[in-house]
C-alpha cells in the first residue's frame, strides 16, 4: 500500500518530466519560477504516481495556456520570489486521484517542528547533471518544519560568500528529516503540510542545492508570503465560474492522501 497525493502535479516539457507541481484550483497549478525555461510549450500529467503510466490515454494530460512568473523572480538558485503559477488550457476534472491542495492565509504561522511531506519523482541532487535519475514511482519523504535562523546558520557556514550575508531569507521556509536523504522531491514539488482536517501547500521545493550533502535541510518558497498573490492572479485570470476560495472550501474535508494498492 502507498500513500497517493492527489494535488501532485509532472510539469512536462516535449512529455519529458522537468518538476513538479501543486494544483490548487481546477484550472491552476503552482510550481518553482525556476522550472521555467522561457516561454516553451509545457503540459501537466495529474492524477498518477507512475512516471510513465503503463497505457498514457489512461491518464489526465493538460496543456498549459499561460505561465505567470513572480515578478521579483531573478532567475537564480538562491533568490526571492521563486513562484510561478500556471495556468491551464482547459479545467482539470476532480476525481478521486485528482483534487486541490489548500492555500494557506497570509497571516497563518507554521510551527517549528510540524511533521510535514515532500514528494516527487526527483532526486534533486542530479537532476540537472548528466546522470539525472528520476524514480518511475512517486516518492514521499516525511519531514518537520525548521527553524529558519538554524537553516541560515548551517547553509552561511557551507557558503563561500560572507557569511554575515543571510542565505534562507523570510519567504523561504526549511524542512529537515534529520540526516536522512530527502532528495526524493522535485523542484518546483510541494511541501506538504496536513492542518486540522485538510492539508494545505506551505512550501514549493526551491533550491536543487539541498541535495548537496544528506545533512542539508530542504528550502522551499514560503506559500503564506504570496498567498495573496496567487489569490490576485487567480481571480484576474479565472474563468467564468465558481470562485477558486469556494472550491476550495467545498473540497477541504476531502483532501486527505488515499491509499491505494
Not at 497517493?4 to 516539457?13: G, T, Y
Amino acid at each position: 500500500m502507498t500513500r497517493h497525493w492527489p494535488w501532485e502535479v509532472s510539469l512536462r516539457l516535449e512529455n519529458e518530466h522537468v518538476c513538479g507541481g501543486a494544483l490548487i484550483d481546477l484550472s491552476w497549478v503552482v510550481t518553482a519560477a525556476h522550472c521555467i525555461q522561457g516561454t516553451k510549450e509545457y503540459s501537466v500529467i495529474l492524477g498518477t504516481s507512475k512516471l510513465k503510466p503503463a497505457d498514457p490515454k489512461k491518464t489526465i494530460s493538460i496543456r498549459v495556456k499561460d505561465i505567470i512568473m513572480h515578478p521579483r523572480f531573478w532567475g537564480r538558485t538562491f533568490t526571492m520570489g521563486d513562484i510561478a503559477l500556471l495556468q491551464l488550457h482547459t479545467p482539470a476534472i476532480f476525481s478521486k486521484y485528482v483534487q486541490p491542495i489548500c492555500l494557506p492565509e497570509p497571516t497563518y504561522h507554521l510551527k517549528v517542528g510540524t511533521q510535514c511531506w515532500v514528494t516527487g519523482w526527483g532526486q534533486v541532487k542530479q537532476r540537472f547533471s548528466a546522470n539525472s535519475t528520476l524514480t518511475p514511482e512517486l516518492q514521499e519523504a516525511e519531514v518537520f518544519i525548521m527553524d529558519n535562523n538554524k537553516c541560515d546558520q548551517i547553509y552561511r557556514k557551507k557558503s563561500r560568500i560572507l557569511r554575515i550575508v543571510p542565505l534562507v531569507l523570510g519567504d523561504m521556509i526549511c524542512a529537515t528529516n534529520y540526516g536522512e536523504n530527502l532528495c526524493y522531491g522535485d523542484s518546483g514539488g510541494p511541501l506538504a503540510c496536513e492542518v486540522e482536517d485538510g492539508w494545505i501547500l506551505a512550501g514549493i521545493l526551491s533550491w536543487e542545492k539541498a541535495c548537496a550533502e544528506v545533512q542539508n535541510p530542504g528550502v522551499y518558497t514560503r506559500v503564506t508570503k504570496y498567498s495573496k498573490w496567487i489569490n490576485k492572479q487567480m481571480s484576474s485570470g479565472a474563468l467564468p465560474g465558481p470562485h477558486s476560495a469556494t472550491w476550495l472550501l467545498l473540497l477541504s474535508r476531502l483532501l486527505q492522501p488515499r491509499m491505494v494498492p
